[in-house]
C-alpha cells in the first residue's frame, strides 16, 4: 500500500487552493482531459472506488512539483502511476505532489487508484448527486480545482441495477453484468471542476422530443396530481428560456445535451452543471392550484439556471472573486426571460419585491459586503455568496442598462460572449468592452457600484409658495448610510400627487446635493412619493402625507415601493415605530389586491411582530392582530392573496381560539373556504401547532403517518425533535449537529433550527447560541455554499434579547480565529438582533 508522507516544515504547502498557486498552474497546464470510474454501491455507507486518468499538456521549465488538489484522507489513495512509472503517494495540506522529475513538456498521463471522498457527493438512501461549486471537486477526486482551468471530462459508473443516471455527457452505452449496471458517457464539453457533475439512483425519467433531440429529466415526486400539472409547464419553460436566451445573446445553445434532474430537499435552488442541471424538487412540482408566487419562483429558477448555460458555463469567470459576474447575469436575465410582454408594471413589481428587500438585508448591516470582493483562496469562496451577489447586483445591471441604453448594452454583452465562448473571463474585461459603448466613465461608476458596499440615504428639502402655492424650491440630498459622502450614480424618480393625478419627474443624476429644477412651480400636492417606480437603490425619505393614503395609491410598484421604504426607514428609526408601521400594515392587509404586494405586507407583519416589538407588548396586541388577519382573510376574493393571509395567521397566532380554530383545521383538514392547503401546508401548521402545544409529541407523530412520499417523511423525522416537548430531546439534537454527518441534510437542518430557536421557545435556546458560533468554521469549510449564512439566519434570526445579543458581541470581541468574511456573515446574520436593542427599549 502506498504511504502518504508529510513534506518539511520548510517546504510547507498551504491548504486550499491560492490565488498564487491558481495562476503558476493556468500558465503551464492546457488540454486537460478526466476519465473518472466510480463504483458505488447502493448502500449509503459502503465506499465508492475510483479509477482515474488524467491526462494534460505541461509547459513548466522549472524543477518545481506539480500540485493536485484532494482535500481528503491520503490513506484513500492506493496507487499512482506518473507516465507509466508507480510513485510513493506524497501529500501535504490538501495536495497531492507529483515530483518534477516523473514530468515531462508536452502530453502527461496521471492514473490513480482511490477511495472517493465523499464530501460532495451528497449520499441519501436512494440516490446521490455532485455538487462542486465553488471548490468541492477537490473532496472527490484529485483534480486542478480552478475555474480557469477547463477540461473534458469521460464519466464511467457502476451503479445498482435499478439505479438510473444522469452527466454533462451524453449516454453512450448501458449493460448490466454481475448485478451492477454500467454505464459510460460521452465526454463532456469543456468546462470548470465546479461545473462536472452527475446523479444516480432511484428516479423516475420523463423525456421530451425537441430540435431533432431530446430534453431529459429526473425525478422522485410521487403526487401524482403534482406530477400531472407541472411535467409539460416545466419543459415548456425549459424551451422557453432556452429560446429567450439564444435571441437575447445570438449564440445558439452551446452544450452538446439538454438534462435536468429534481432533487428532494436540495440545499440550493439549482445549480447549472450544463446537460445535468440540478434545481430543488419543491420549487417545480406544484398542484393545480399553485400560487402566482410559486408559478414565478418556479420559472425564475429554470430561467436562472438556464441563463447560466451562456452565463458562467460558456464563458466562465477566471476567479471566483468574479463569481457574482455569473449570478448577476443569471438573475438579470431570468428576470427578462419571465417578463410578460406589455406588462411593464408586473415586471417591474416582480423585479422590486424579487430584489430590494433581500439586498437590503444585507446592505444594511455592519458585515455588508462589495458586489466584487477579493479573493485569496479559493477555500474561502463560498462566503462570498449571499443577498449582495444575488439581488443588489441585478439592480446595479439594471442601472447600467439604463445608462448605456439597452441596445448598446445588449451589443457590448454579446461581444463579450462570443470574444470568450469557452474561457474565462474578469469583470475588468466586460468593462472594457462596454466602457467603448458607454456615454460614461464605466470605470468610475463600477468603484461605486461595483467595488464597495452599503447603500445611500437620501433626505430633500422642498419650498412652497405661501398658502399651498407652487413649488418654489425643491434639492435632494445623499450621502452613504455609513455616514461618508460617496454618492451613487442612478436613474430614480419623485412621483407628485394630486387628487386624481400623479405628476413624476425622473432624475437621471446623482450629487451629494442636487437641485431639481422641473419641479418648480407644480401646484403643491398631496404628497409626494420618492422611487415610486422601484428602479433606485437606497433609503428614500418618506413624505408622512402619504400614510393616510398609501392604500389608495393605484399603481401597484409605487404601493409596493412605498412599503419597502417605510419598512427601511423604521428599522432606521425614521418616520414611525415598529408597533405604528405594523398596525398601518394591517389597517391594509383587506385593501390589497395584489398577491406579490399581499405577500411582502404579511411578511413584513409577522418580521415586526416577533422581531421588533417587545413580548409584553406582543401579547396585548396578539388578539387585535390575529382578528384582523382573520377579517381580511374573509373579505379577500382572491383564493391566493387568502392562503398568504392564512400563513400570516399561522406565523402569528398565539390567543386559545385563534389555538383551537387552527388545531380544528389541522384535525379535520378541513380548511377555510376558498383556501387551498395540501400536504405540506398541513405540516407546516403541524409545525406551528407544536411550538405551541405540550402535547407536540403526538401531534407530530399523527401528522409523520399522513406524509405518504418518503423523501418528505424523511425530511419530517430530521425537524421533529427539534420541535419536542422535550428539552432532552431539542439539547440531544443540537449536540447531534456537532456531527458533520447529521448535517447533510442541509435544507432540514436550517428549517429545524429555525424551530429550535422560535421566539416561543427563547430563552430556554439561548444556551445553544455560544456552540452554534464556534461551530462556524467548521459549517463553512464542510458544507455547501449557502449554508454558513443559513446556519446563522436559523439560529439568531429571531432573537431580540440583549443576552443574546451579549453572546454575539463576546464573541466578535474574544474569538481571533474567525476570518473577515465569517465574521462578516455574523454581523448579517444578527443585523436584527442588534438594531432591536436600539428600536425595543
Same mark, same amino acid.
Given at each position: 500500500?502506498?504511504?502518504?508522507?508529510?513534506?518539511?516544515?520548510?517546504?510547507?504547502?498551504?491548504?486550499?487552493?491560492?490565488?498564487?498557486?491558481?495562476?503558476?498552474?493556468?500558465?503551464?497546464?492546457?488540454?486537460?482531459?478526466?476519465?473518472?470510474?466510480?463504483?458505488?454501491?447502493?448502500?449509503?455507507?459502503?465506499?465508492?472506488?475510483?479509477?482515474?486518468?488524467?491526462?494534460?499538456?505541461?509547459?513548466?521549465?522549472?524543477?518545481?512539483?506539480?500540485?493536485?488538489?484532494?482535500?481528503?484522507?491520503?490513506?484513500?489513495?492506493?496507487?499512482?502511476?506518473?507516465?507509466?512509472?508507480?510513485?510513493?503517494?506524497?501529500?501535504?495540506?490538501?495536495?497531492?505532489?507529483?515530483?518534477?522529475?516523473?514530468?515531462?513538456?508536452?502530453?502527461?498521463?496521471?492514473?490513480?487508484?482511490?477511495?472517493?471522498?465523499?464530501?460532495?457527493?451528497?449520499?441519501?438512501?436512494?440516490?446521490?448527486?455532485?455538487?462542486?461549486?465553488?471548490?468541492?471537486?477537490?473532496?472527490?477526486?484529485?483534480?486542478?480545482?480552478?475555474?480557469?482551468?477547463?477540461?473534458?471530462?469521460?464519466?464511467?459508473?457502476?451503479?445498482?441495477?435499478?439505479?438510473?443516471?444522469?452527466?454533462?455527457?451524453?449516454?453512450?452505452?448501458?449493460?448490466?453484468?454481475?448485478?451492477?449496471?454500467?454505464?459510460?458517457?460521452?465526454?463532456?464539453?469543456?468546462?470548470?471542476?465546479?461545473?462536472?457533475?452527475?446523479?444516480?439512483?432511484?428516479?423516475?425519467?420523463?423525456?421530451?422530443?425537441?430540435?431533432?433531440?431530446?430534453?431529459?429529466?429526473?425525478?422522485?415526486?410521487?403526487?401524482?396530481?403534482?406530477?400531472?400539472?407541472?411535467?409539460?409547464?416545466?419543459?415548456?419553460?425549459?424551451?422557453?428560456?432556452?429560446?429567450?436566451?439564444?435571441?437575447?445573446?445570438?449564440?445558439?445553445?452551446?452544450?452538446?445535451?439538454?438534462?435536468?434532474?429534481?432533487?428532494?430537499?436540495?440545499?440550493? !435552488?439549482?445549480?447549472?452543471?450544463?446537460?445535468?442541471?440540478?434545481?430543488?424538487?419543491?420549487?417545480?412540482?406544484?398542484?393545480?392550484?399553485?400560487?402566482? !408566487?410559486?408559478?414565478?419562483?418556479?420559472?425564475?429558477?429554470?430561467?436562472?439556471?438556464?441563463?447560466?448555460?451562456?452565463?458562467?458555463?460558456?464563458?466562465?469567470?477566471?476567479?471566483?472573486?468574479?463569481?457574482?459576474?455569473?449570478?448577476?447575469?443569471?438573475?438579470?436575465?431570468?428576470?427578462?426571460?419571465?417578463?410578460?410582454?406589455?406588462?411593464?408594471?408586473?415586471?417591474?413589481?416582480?423585479?422590486?419585491?424579487?430584489?430590494?428587500?433581500?439586498?437590503?438585508?444585507?446592505?444594511?448591516?455592519?458585515?455588508?459586503?462589495?458586489?466584487?470582493?477579493?479573493?485569496?483562496?479559493?477555500?474561502?469562496?463560498?462566503?462570498?455568496?449571499?443577498?449582495?451577489?444575488?439581488?443588489?447586483?441585478?439592480?446595479?445591471?439594471?442601472?447600467?442598462?439604463?445608462?448605456? !441604453?439597452?441596445?448598446?448594452?445588449?451589443?457590448?454583452?454579446?461581444?463579450?460572449?462570443?470574444?470568450?465562448?469557452?474561457?474565462?473571463?474578469?469583470?475588468?474585461?466586460?468593462?472594457?468592452?462596454?466602457?467603448?459603448?458607454?456615454?460614461?466613465?464605466?470605470?468610475?461608476?463600477?468603484?461605486?457600484?461595483?467595488?464597495?458596499?452599503?447603500?445611500?440615504?437620501?433626505?430633500?428639502?422642498?419650498?412652497?409658495?405661501?398658502?399651498?402655492?407652487?413649488?418654489?424650491?425643491?434639492?435632494?440630498?445623499?450621502?452613504?448610510?455609513?455616514?461618508?459622502?460617496?454618492?451613487?450614480?442612478?436613474?430614480?424618480?419623485?412621483?407628485?400627487?394630486?387628487?386624481?393625478?400623479?405628476?413624476?419627474?425622473?432624475?437621471?443624476?446623482?450629487?451629494?446635493?442636487?437641485?431639481?429644477?422641473?419641479?418648480?412651480?407644480?401646484?403643491?400636492?398631496?404628497?409626494?412619493?420618492?422611487?415610486?417606480?422601484?428602479?433606485?437603490?437606497?433609503?428614500?425619505?418618506?413624505?408622512?402625507?402619504?400614510?393616510?393614503?398609501?392604500?389608495?395609491?393605484?399603481?401597484?410598484?409605487?404601493?409596493?415601493?412605498?412599503?419597502?421604504?417605510?419598512?427601511?426607514?423604521?428599522?432606521?428609526?425614521?418616520?414611525?415605530?415598529?408597533?405604528?408601521?405594523?398596525?398601518?400594515?394591517?389597517?391594509?392587509?383587506?385593501?390589497?389586491?395584489?398577491?406579490?404586494?399581499?405577500?411582502?405586507?404579511?411578511?413584513?407583519?409577522?418580521?415586526?411582530?416577533?422581531?421588533?416589538?417587545?413580548?409584553?407588548?406582543?401579547?396585548?396586541?396578539? !388578539?387585535?392582530?390575529?382578528?384582523?388577519?382573520?377579517?381580511?382573510?374573509?373579505?379577500?376574493?382572491?383564493?391566493?392573496?387568502?392562503?398568504?393571509?392564512?400563513?400570516?395567521?399561522?406565523?402569528?397566532?398565539?390567543?386559545?381560539?385563534?389555538?383551537?380554530?387552527?388545531?380544528?383545521?389541522?384535525?379535520?383538514?378541513?380548511?377555510?373556504?376558498?383556501?387551498?392547503?395540501?400536504?405540506?401546508?398541513?405540516?407546516?401548521?403541524?409545525?406551528?401547532?407544536?411550538?405551541?402545544?405540550?402535547?407536540?409529541?403526538?401531534?407530530?407523530?399523527?401528522?409523520?403517518?399522513?406524509?405518504?412520499?418518503?423523501?418528505?417523511?424523511?425530511?419530517?423525522?430530521?425537524?421533529?425533535?427539534?420541535?419536542?416537548?422535550?428539552?432532552?430531546?431539542?439539547?440531544?439534537?443540537?449536540?447531534?449537529?456537532?456531527?458533520?454527518?447529521?448535517?447533510?441534510?442541509e435544507s432540514a437542518v436550517s428549517a429545524a433550527l429555525s424551530y429550535l430557536h422560535h421566539p416561543l421557545r427563547q430563552p430556554s435556546a439561548e444556551k445553544y447560541l455560544q456552540q452554534t458560533l464556534r461551530l462556524l468554521p467548521e459549517i463553512q469549510s464542510t458544507g455547501d455554499i449557502f449554508f454558513p449564512g443559513n446556519w446563522l439566519q436559523s439560529s439568531f434570526g429571531s432573537y431580540q434579547s440583549a443576552s443574546a445579543d451579549h453572546i454575539v458581541t463576546s464573541f466578535l470581541q474574544n474569538d481571533r480565529t474567525l476570518n473577515s468574511s465569517l465574521k462578516?456573515?455574523?454581523?448579517?446574520?444578527?443585523?436584527?438582533?442588534?438594531?432591536?436593542?436600539?428600536?425595543?427599549?
Amino acid at each position: 500500500m502506498a504511504s502518504c508522507n508529510k513534506r518539511p516544515k520548510k517546504a510547507a504547502i498551504s491548504k486550499g487552493v491560492s490565488e498564487l498557486l491558481a495562476l503558476s498552474r493556468e500558465q503551464t497546464l492546457t488540454d486537460l482531459h478526466y476519465e473518472l470510474s466510480f463504483d458505488i454501491p447502493g448502500r449509503p455507507a459502503a465506499a465508492i472506488t475510483l479509477k482515474e486518468e488524467l491526462s494534460f499538456h505541461y509547459t513548466a521549465a522549472t524543477g518545481a512539483p506539480l500540485l493536485l488538489d484532494f482535500k481528503e484522507d491520503p490513506k484513500k489513495l492506493k496507487k499512482i502511476t506518473v507516465n507509466g512509472k508507480e510513485t510513493p503517494v506524497r501529500c501535504d495540506n490538501e495536495h497531492i505532489i507529483i515530483d518534477a522529475r516523473l514530468l515531462k513538456k508536452g502530453a502527461n498521463r496521471i492514473h490513480l487508484d482511490l477511495i472517493a471522498g465523499d464530501g460532495a457527493l451528497n449520499r441519501r438512501e436512494e440516490f446521490l448527486y455532485t455538487l462542486f461549486v465553488p471548490d468541492r471537486a477537490r473532496t472527490v477526486f484529485p483534480c486542478f480545482d480552478q475555474p480557469d482551468l477547463k477540461a473534458t471530462f469521460t464519466l464511467s459508473l457502476a451503479i445498482p441495477p435499478d439505479w438510473v443516471a444522469i452527466a454533462n455527457g451524453r449516454l453512450r452505452d448501458s449493460a448490466i453484468r454481475n448485478g451492477q449496471k454500467f454505464l459510460r458517457f460521452a465526454p463532456s464539453d469543456k468546462i470548470s471542476t465546479y461545473l462536472f457533475s452527475f446523479a444516480a439512483g432511484k428516479f423516475r425519467i420523463a423525456r421530451e422530443r425537441w430540435r431533432d433531440d431530446e430534453i431529459e429529466f429526473l425525478y422522485r415526486e410521487t403526487d401524482p396530481e403534482k406530477i400531472n400539472s407541472s411535467l409539460h409547464a416545466i419543459f415548456e419553460q425549459y424551451k422557453k428560456m432556452v429560446e429567450f436566451n439564444e435571441q437575447w445573446t445570438g449564440i445558439a445553445y452551446p452544450f452538446q445535451k439538454h438534462g435536468m434532474v429534481a432533487i428532494p430537499d436540495f440545499q440550493f !435552488g439549482g445549480m447549472e452543471h450544463p446537460g445535468a442541471i440540478l434545481l430543488q424538487a419543491s420549487t417545480l412540482f406544484l398542484t393545480g392550484d399553485a400560487t402566482e !408566487g410559486q408559478l414565478n419562483s418556479r420559472s425564475h429558477l429554470l430561467a436562472h439556471e438556464i441563463a447560466h448555460m451562456w452565463f458562467g458555463d460558456l464563458v466562465t469567470m477566471n476567479w471566483f472573486s468574479d463569481v457574482w459576474m455569473k449570478e448577476v447575469f443569471a438573475n438579470f436575465m431570468a428576470d427578462k426571460a419571465t417578463a410578460t410582454p406589455h406588462h411593464e408594471q408586473g415586471f417591474s413589481l416582480k423585479f422590486l419585491t424579487d430584489h430590494l428587500p433581500p439586498a437590503y438585508a444585507i446592505d444594511r448591516t455592519a458585515g455588508a459586503n462589495p458586489i466584487r470582493q477579493p479573493l485569496d483562496n479559493l477555500e474561502k469562496a463560498g462566503t462570498l455568496y449571499g443577498g449582495i451577489i444575488y439581488h443588489k447586483s441585478p439592480v446595479m445591471m439594471r442601472q447600467l442598462e439604463e445608462l448605456m !441604453g439597452a441596445a448598446a448594452f445588449q451589443k457590448g454583452v454579446q461581444t463579450y460572449l462570443k470574444t470568450y465562448a469557452f474561457k474565462n473571463a474578469s469583470w475588468p474585461d466586460l468593462i472594457s468592452i462596454l466602457d467603448e459603448l458607454a456615454p460614461a466613465d464605466l470605470h468610475a461608476w463600477n468603484a461605486v457600484w461595483v467595488n464597495e458596499p452599503g447603500r445611500p440615504v437620501f433626505d430633500y428639502k422642498a419650498e412652497y409658495a405661501p398658502a399651498g402655492g407652487p413649488v418654489t424650491g425643491f434639492t435632494v440630498f445623499q450621502k452613504a448610510e455609513s455616514g461618508s459622502n460617496r454618492v451613487w450614480p442612478q436613474r430614480f424618480d419623485i412621483s407628485f400627487y394630486y387628487k386624481g393625478l400623479v405628476r413624476t419627474v425622473t432624475v437621471s443624476d446623482s450629487l451629494s446635493a442636487q437641485e431639481v429644477p422641473r419641479a418648480l412651480d407644480r401646484k403643491q400636492p398631496l404628497f409626494i412619493q420618492f422611487n415610486a417606480s422601484g428602479m433606485g437603490y437606497g433609503v428614500w425619505p418618506i413624505d408622512t402625507a402619504m400614510l393616510p393614503h398609501l392604500f389608495s395609491i393605484d399603481n401597484y410598484v409605487s404601493r409596493a415601493s412605498a412599503y419597502i421604504s417605510l419598512y427601511e426607514n423604521m428599522l432606521n428609526g425614521r418616520y414611525t415605530t415598529p408597533l405604528q408601521l405594523l398596525r398601518l400594515f394591517e389597517s391594509g392587509l383587506a385593501r390589497e389586491t395584489v398577491e406579490l404586494n399581499m405577500r411582502l405586507l404579511t411578511g413584513y407583519i409577522s418580521t415586526i411582530y416577533w422581531n421588533f416589538i417587545a413580548p409584553q407588548q406582543r401579547s396585548r396586541w396578539t !388578539g387585535q392582530l390575529e382578528n384582523s388577519i382573520w377579517k381580511a382573510l374573509l373579505q379577500q376574493k382572491s383564493s391566493n392573496n387568502k392562503k398568504i393571509l392564512f400563513g400570516c395567521y399561522q406565523s402569528v397566532f398565539g390567543t386559545e381560539p385563534a389555538t383551537a380554530r387552527l388545531y380544528s383545521i389541522w384535525y379535520s383538514q378541513e380548511p377555510p373556504a376558498n383556501v387551498v392547503l395540501k400536504e405540506e401546508d398541513y405540516t407546516n401548521l403541524a409545525f406551528a401547532l407544536a411550538l405551541r402545544s405540550k402535547t407536540s409529541d403526538k401531534l407530530l407523530q399523527q401528522q409523520l403517518l399522513r406524509i405518504k412520499d418518503p423523501d418528505r417523511a424523511k425530511r419530517f423525522r430530521i425537524i421533529m425533535p427539534a420541535l419536542s416537548v422535550d428539552p432532552v430531546v431539542r439539547d440531544r439534537f443540537f449536540a447531534g449537529l456537532q456531527q458533520r454527518e447529521n448535517r447533510s441534510n442541509e435544507s432540514a437542518v436550517s428549517a429545524a433550527l429555525s424551530y429550535l430557536h422560535h421566539p416561543l421557545r427563547q430563552p430556554s435556546a439561548e444556551k445553544y447560541l455560544q456552540q452554534t458560533l464556534r461551530l462556524l468554521p467548521e459549517i463553512q469549510s464542510t458544507g455547501d455554499i449557502f449554508f454558513p449564512g443559513n446556519w446563522l439566519q436559523s439560529s439568531f434570526g429571531s432573537y431580540q434579547s440583549a443576552s443574546a445579543d451579549h453572546i454575539v458581541t463576546s464573541f466578535l470581541q474574544n474569538d481571533r480565529t474567525l476570518n473577515s468574511s465569517l465574521k462578516a456573515k455574523v454581523l448579517q446574520g444578527t443585523d436584527n438582533l442588534k438594531r432591536a436593542q436600539v428600536i425595543i427599549r
